[in-house]
T-cell receptor, first 114, second 114 residues
Framework: NAGVTQTPKFRILKIGQSMTLQCAQDMNHNYMYWYRQDPGMGLKLIYY???????DKGEVPNGYNVSRSTTEDFPLRLELAAPSQTSVYFC?????????????FGPGTRLTVL | KQEVTQIPAALSVPEGENLVLNCSFTDSAIYNLQWFRQDPGKGLTSLLL?????REQTSGRLNASLDKSSGRSTLYIAASQPGDSATYLC?????????????FGKGTKLSVIP
């Protein structure tokens, strides 16, 4: 299993540009998450999904959109990029709603908005 | 709103020393507490998950304890090795924000000196 994969690894955007961060998992997990991590800070939840077709906002959703058309994929869309969105973005997944399940993380996408 | 604090922010120890990392949280109504390891430029790896009904979990040289009533957890690393150098993140899983989610601390950066 590849686990959780994210593309691209690095990206530089200009202010006002848009892009999609890709996330895929091959573990047949129902739950998927997007986090951002600013320097010296903990991770903050942007959006999450409990299954195909179901998404919900986390703590910091403004400026982002998500969709979940399949179990495997959970892309994160940035519209009108702003310098405040410079961060490292992590995708994660877990099997289901059990409180004994841990989350599996991808390697991250480092985004810089200039 | 749940807040997670980790002390110290950074720690440097000589190889072979035993050490303790601390984590505190403000709302004791949690479902579980997790410790993650983050290596530079990489994603998070789950180390230990303690359910709310448990007091501790052990994996190899790692032991994590949970005192839910006082809002504290510790991660004990025995006989530290240079390979243990990484950032250690504590996170609690609760529903205080209206959805089931992890709230992360800022992490403790550990350096083990050979």
């Amino acid at each position: 299993n590849a686990g959780v994969t994210q593309t691209p690894k690095f990206r530089i955007l200009k202010i006002g540009q848009s892009m999609t961060l890709q996330c895929a998992q091959d573990m047949n997990h129902n739950y998927m998450y997007w986090y951002r991590q600013d320097p010296g800070m903990g991770l903050k939840l942007i959006y999450y999904s409990v299954g195909a077709g179901i998404t919900d906002k986390g703590e910091v959703p403004n400026g982002y959109n998500v969709s979940r058309s399949t179990t495997e994929d959970f892309p994160l869309r940035l519209e009108l990029a702003a310098p405040s969105q410079t961060s490292v973005y992590f995708c994660a997944s877990k099997p289901g709603e059990s409180f004994t399940d841990t989350q599996y993380f991808g390697p991250g996408t480092r985004l810089t908005v200039l | 709103k749940q807040e997670v604090t980790q002390i110290p922010a950074a720690l440097s120890v000589p190889e072979g020393e035993n050490l303790v990392l601390n984590c505190s949280f403000t709302d004791s109504a949690i479902y579980n507490l997790q410790w993650f390891r983050q290596d530079p430029g990489k994603g998070l790896t789950s180390l230990l998950l303690i359910q709310s009904s448990q007091r501790e979990q052990t994996s190899g040289r790692l032991n994590a304890s949970l005192d839910k009533s006082s809002g504290r957890s510790t991660l004990y690393i025995a006989a530290s090795q240079p390979g243990d150098s990484a950032t250690y993140l504590c996170a609690v899983f609760d529903s205080g924000a209206g959805s089931y989610q992890l709230t992360f601390g800022k992490g403790t950066k550990l350096s083990v000196i050979p």
